[in-house]
Structure formats: C-alpha cells, structure tokens
C-alpha cells in the first residue's frame, strides 16, 4: 500500500513544477512540448495546475485532508491523461506528451494503491 499522504506531496510537488515551468520559461517549454498559439492560456492551465499541486502539498494528515488530495490527484491526472490521449493523435500536440501521459497513469496508479482512506468523521 502506498503512504497517501507521502504520495500528495510528491504529486503536489510535481504538478507545481509542471505548472509554473511555462510561466517562469516559455521558451523551454516550448522547445520541449511544442510551440503555443495561446500563451495566455497556457499560463492560465499552468497557474491552475501549480494552485491544485499546492494544495495538494499543503493537504492536512487527516482524513479530510487525505481525501481533499487524492481528489485533486485524481483528477488533474485524469484530466491531463484525456488531453494527452486525445490530442496526440490529432496532431495537436505532439507526441512528448505521451511521456505525461505515462506519468499520469503512474499517478493515478500510485492513487489507486492507497486503498481505503478512513472513514470521514462527523462532527456534532
């Protein structure tokens, strides 16, 4: 079984490099993943995935906590797994982003390992 909260920190540390990679230097990003018609979107994406990698280092050990994250993991890893899938074959992007998409799978995977979070507590 895999430590769920080791695993949001690692997954959270990751989706903030991948996030603010464009923002701090388009031009290596680019010259990896192809160039980008929309810069500001691009920005936008990697600005949000940096916010959910935060949260996600951030999450507490509880089981709120817990959860909160593999939520997230879950699914910025789904979302990001489908565009890779989809687009790849398209021509849109090009096909380095199969690496993320292995890298995805990985997460979600390593999600999946976790088993059962405890149960959720109620407060009166």
Same mark, same amino acid.
């Given at each position: 079984?895999?430590d769920? %909260?080791?695993? /949001?920190r /690692?997954? !959270?540390l990751f ?6 990679w464009p923002l %701090?230097? %388009? $031009?290596?990003? &680019?010259?990896?993943?192809?160039p980008k018609?929309d &810069?500001w =979107?691009l920005?936008?994406c !990697? ?7 935060w949260s996600m280092?951030? /999450?507490?050990?509880?089981a709120e906590?817990l959860?909160? @994250? $593999?939520r =997230?993991?879950?699914g910025? @890893?789904?979302?990001? #797994?489908? *565009?890779? #899938?989809?687009?790849?074959? %398209?021509? +849109?992007? +090009?096909?380095?982003?199969? *690496?993320?998409a292995a890298? &995805? *799978? /990985?997460?979600l995977?390593a999600w999946? $390992?976790t088993g059962r979070?405890p149960?959720?507590?109620? $407060?009166a």
């Open positions: 079984m895999v769920p %909260l080791a695993l /949001a /690692a997954h !959270g989706n903030v490099l991948g996030g603010v %701090l230097s %388009l $031009r290596t990003f &680019e010259w990896v993943c192809g018609t &810069e =979107l920005k936008t !990697g600005g949000l995935l940096a916010t959910a990698g280092l951030r /999450a507490s050990p509880g906590g959860r909160h @994250a $593999r =997230l993991g879950v910025t @890893a789904v979302t990001l #797994l489908v *565009i890779d #899938l989809v687009y790849v074959p %398209l021509g +849109r992007i +090009r096909p380095t982003y199969l *690496i993320d890298t &995805e *799978i /990985a997460w995977t999946w $390992r979070l149960a959720r507590t109620v $407060r």
